[in-house]
């Protein structure tokens, strides 16, 4: 049974009518290396929903979606983008109030209304991508181009 996150999320990508594949799995394994193990997806087909948090207040925050194999350009990319000078990762508490979701679960599907959502380019080239469902036993199986549909804005070299 889905937790009321996982819920969410699957409500608004079923209101979206975009075809995916979700799939329940041990919440223990919901970390990209052991789920990747576990379950025998390729890190390259797995992507992960970082949320980021500025440092000055008042407070601005992102959602970034990159490979797992690659690393979120924070520094130069994301503060570019947000038009600051410093940004971080945003704490556990930061990104569950913000979005109501878990650690390991971060999804773009169901993130606030008005949330800049960047998507690194790579992400967009395979046929299908794994991402967050919204807790920790719940992933989705599906197209990059799925993204698009929740105004993902898609940034070359976002990763490193």
């Known amino acids: 049974m889905a937790s009321p996150a996982e819920q969410l999320v699957l409500d608004a ?3 979206l ?3 995916y594949e979700p799939f329940t799995i041990d919440p223990a394994f919901a970390d990209t290396a052991p789920f990747c193990e576990k379950y025998g ?3 390259e087909r797995t992507a992960n929903t970082i949320i980021i948090a500025t440092k000055k ?3 601005q925050y ?3 979606l990159v490979l797992s194999h690659t690393r979120l350009d924070v520094n130069k990319k994301v503060t570019k983008l947000l038009g600051v000078s410093k940004a971080s990762f945003a704490t556990a ?3 569950h109030a913000l979005t109501g979701m878990e650690v390991g679960g ?3 599907f169901s993130l606030p209304a008005g949330l800049p959502f960047y998507v690194d380019s790579r992400v967009m080239e395979p046929d ?3 991402i967050g469902g919204g807790g920790r036993s719940l992933k989705i199986k599906i197209s990059p181009r799925a993204l698009l549909a929740v105004g993902a804005q898609v940034i070359e070299a976002l990763a490193m």
């Open 128 to 130: 299908w991508v794994i």
């Open 62 to 64: 992102c959602a970034c």
């Open 93 to 95: 508490d930061e990104m």
């Open 41 to 43: 997806y390729p890190s």
């Open 106 to 108: 971060v999804t773009p």
């Open 13 to 15: 990508i079923d209101r």
């Open 57 to 59: 207040d008042p407070k």
């Open 17 to 19: 009518g975009i075809p």
